[in-house]
Every structure is written in structure tokens, then in C-alpha cells.
């Protein structure tokens, strides 16, 4: 779909930008773009892009900041670091190398967790929490404990809104809403979470039948997972047929990622990496929101050159 040559066009845009990061997050700094960097380097089995990688991940690890969210603070580092771990990028020790900021991280969730909107924004954090707890043996128990209050967090709040949305005098944005169970289910089963509220599968169940809210791909996708009975087969079915995602002409490039990978092939990206060798950098970087960092994980070219050369990468 994409040769080598754009491949490394795309590298060199990202090493042009990282000399003047001063993030050293996941989705907006230097780790989203190490790790970016290593697959491609296994791809191409390149050297000086390992390199390059392998110094972008370490100044991401010294660095020093208060943030412990997934998206731009510690747990999103050490998320990308067990990762590298476990897939023998590097060799390394996990807690060696972060076993304070680990610390850092549950305590400073420990201070944090009383506040109902911190526990809500938190969600991602259990990718991180989940990544630690089947790299360590033994399992640390406040793990659990974390995760299961985020989660819940969660589920009290999507249970509140969706039982909201029959009244009619409803003001809060049912698309805000919709999202954020979208994020939960993600979340739930790419976590491996087997203690998921099934309630709030039920009442988004009831809502849809009664045709309350619009149809969902991702919603699908995940709910098609996570459905071990066939409880959900209708709306898992009509949610697939009715979902207006396969029209992407107006989709950003995070969210042609996505598709490719829920749908399971590539005619979201093909089209936009078919043209003009001298064009397709362009066309890309027109294909992010204004105001992003495009070489980052988050929506930009980071983001891209994983999932071109690990296409089975989770994405998160």
C-alpha cells in the first residue's frame, strides 16, 4: 500500500520535528515518537532509526513531571515502555528503569481519585494499569483497586446519562456522551476488564431499539467482542449496517486509521497513499485537525507509521 521511499519521507518529518519537542509524552512528545520509530526500524531493519529511537526513549524516561495521565504524562512513557519490553524492542527492566515513577503514579492517583470528574478522564489509565499487571508477578494489588474505581467511575456516569436521555427536557450533547462509551468499551476489552457493568450494556442496548441514539461502528465492533451470548446480535447488526463511518470523506487520518483497522482493510487509507510520491506528505498533514502536533501519536504521522508497519498494533 505504501513503499519505502514515503516510508522514510514520513520518518525524516518525524527526526525534523523531534529536536524541538519539549513534551515527552504518549500522544503529544518524544515517546509517542520513539515508539513510532522502533517499528519502523524493525520494518526496515534500519539501525540509525533505532538509534534515533532508542535516544528519543531515554529522554523520555528522565524526564521530570508531575502529569501521571496516559495521553501526555508518565503512565503514557510507561505504557510504551513495557510494551518495547515485551515485544523485545529493547532490553530492559521495567522496574529498574520506572519503578519510581510506577510509584509515582499510583500515589499520585491514590491523592487525585476523589475527585468524581478525575476518575472520569482517567479511563486510559488503565492501559497502562493493565500493561503492569501482566508484566508483574506478583500482581500488585492496588492495581486492581485502581482500575476497578476508574472503571466504575465511569459506568455510574454512562448509567445517569443514559438513563437521562428518555427526558425529553435532556441538555447535555448525547454525541459527548456516546463517545465516552465508545472510549468504555474500547477501554473494557482491550484491557481484558471481565467485570464490566452489564447494566450499562443494557441500557444502551434499550435506547437503541428504541431508536434513541444513532448507529455506531466502533459501538459495534466492540460490543460484537465483548457479546458472548448473542444478547446484542440485533443492534451489533444494525449498528454495522446503518453506521454512516464508511463514508469518510471528511474523516480526519486518526479516525482512517481507525477504520481500517475495525473494518479490516485499507481502502480508507489506499486512495490517500496512491498518489504522487511528492504529494502524499501533503495530502497527510491536510488530513489532521488545525492546531494538532502532526508528527505526533495522537492524530498524526506517528500514528500513521505504526499502524503501516504493525498494522495489528493496538491502538490507543
Known amino acids: 500500500m505504501i513503499n519505502v521511499v514515503t516510508i522514510r ?10 529536536c524541538s519537542i519539549n513534551s515527552s509524552g504518549l500522544y503529544n512528545g518524544k515517546a509517542g515518537i520513539a515508539w513510532a520509530l522502533f517499528e519502523v526500524a524493525r520494518y526496515l531493519q534500519d539501525e540509525y532509526i533505532e538509534d ?7 529522554e523520555a524516561l528522565i524526564s521530570k513531571t508531575d502529569d501521571i495521565g496516559f495521553e501526555n504524562g508518565l503512565s503514557g512513557i510507561g505504557h510504551v515502555l ?6 523485545d524492542f529493547i532490553d530492559a ?3 529498574e528503569l520506572f519503578g519510581e515513577k510506577y510509584e509515582k503514579i499510583l500515589s499520585g492517583f491514590e491523592k487525585a481519585k476523589e475527585n468524581p470528574k478525575t476518575l472520569l478522564d482517567s479511563i486510559r489509565l488503565n492501559y497502562f494499569l ?5 508484566y ?10 485502581a482500575m476497578k474505581s476508574i472503571f466504575e467511575a465511569n459506568e455510574l456516569y454512562l448509567a445517569i446519562q443514559f438513563l437521562d436521555f428518555k427526558d425529553i427536557h435532556y441538555i447535555n450533547s448525547k454525541t459527548t456522551v456516546l463517545l465516552k462509551f465508545e472510549k468504555y468499551l474500547k477501554v473494557v ?16 442496548a434499550d435506547l437503541y431499539r428504541s431508536g434513541r441514539v444513532k448507529s455506531s461502528r466502533r459501538v459495534a465492533y466492540y460490543l460484537e467482542k465483548l ?16 453506521s454512516a463511518l464508511d463514508d469518510v470523506k471528511n474523516a480526519s487520518l486518526k479516525d482512517r486509521i481507525e477504520l481500517s483497522q475495525l473494518l479490516g482493510n485499507d481502502k480508507h487509507l489506499s486512495l490517500l497513499l496512491m498518489g504522487e510520491e511528492n504529494e502524499i506528505e501533503k495530502t497527510i498533514l491536510k488530513l489532521m485537525p488545525p492546531g494538532v502536533f502532526k508528527a505526533g501519536y495522537e492524530q498524526g504521522v506517528s500514528r500513521l507509521l505504526i499502524y503501516l508497519t504493525h498494522k495489528k498494533t493496538v491502538l490507543f
Open 9 to 18: 519521507k514520513l520518518v525524516d518529518y518525524l527526526l525534523l520535528n523531534a
Open 52 to 58: 534515533q529511537a532508542f535516544d528519543l526513549l531515554q
Open 136 to 145: 508483574h508477578n506478583p500482581v500488585d494489588k492496588r492495581i486492581d483497586e
Open 189 to 204: 476489552y482491550e484491557c481484558g476488564y471481565v467485570n464490566y457493568s452489564r447494566v450499562v450494556l443494557d441500557d444502551y
Open 82 to 87: 513495557i510494551y518495547l519490553i515485551k515485544n
Open 130 to 134: 493493565a500493561a503492569v499487571e501482566s
Open 93 to 95: 527492566d521495567f522496574d
Open 227 to 242: 457479546d458472548k451470548t448473542g444478547k446484542y446480535n440485533d443492534i451489533i447488526n444494525d449498528n454495522k449496517r446503518f
